[in-house]
């Protein structure tokens, strides 16, 4: 069983930058898939970012591509999501979760283990 726990969110102004960080306990998670999911208020979860277990392979999200980097460092057991350019509309709770490595995927479905969670607000 792999625990997971997101943090670096807060309060950060339109066109800034934020770093999140998923730190990961319990067995190694080394090769398995990570991803990044997000959901605002009254709306869905939302694919953001996958990555491969050796970090070779990432997929994002349209509305992230170009402005987000999803990130990871297998000795430190931590997946990063660098967030730059941010928008309001990125203002949600965003997630950070795991999956046996079986292929890239951007449906929530097809992960495991998820962390609890941390809020990224943007302000106009």
């Known amino acids: 069983q792999v625990q997971l726990v997101e943090s670096g969110g807060g309060l950060v102004q339109a066109g800034g930058s934020m770093r999140l960080s998923c730190a990961a306990s319990?067995?190694?998670?080394?090769?398995?898939?990570m991803g990044w999911f997000r959901q605002a208020p009254g709306k869905e979860r939302e694919f953001v970012a996958t990555?491969?277990?050796?970090?070779?392979?990432?997929v994002y999200g349209n509305s992230v591509k170009g402005r987000f980097t999803i990130s990871r460092d297998n000795a430190l057991n931590t997946v990063y999501l660098q967030m730059n350019s941010l928008k309001p509309e990125d203002t949600a709770v965003y997630y950070c979760?795991?999956?046996?490595?079986?292929?890239?995927?951007?449906?929530?479905?097809?992960?495991?283990?998820w962390g609890q969670g941390t809020q990224v607000t943007v302000s106009s």
């Open positions: 979760a795991g999956r046996l490595p079986n292929g890239m995927s951007v449906a929530s479905k097809d992960y495991i283990y």
């Open positions: 990555i491969s277990w050796s970090g070779a392979s990432t």
């Open positions: 319990g067995r190694t998670f080394s090769r398995d898939f």
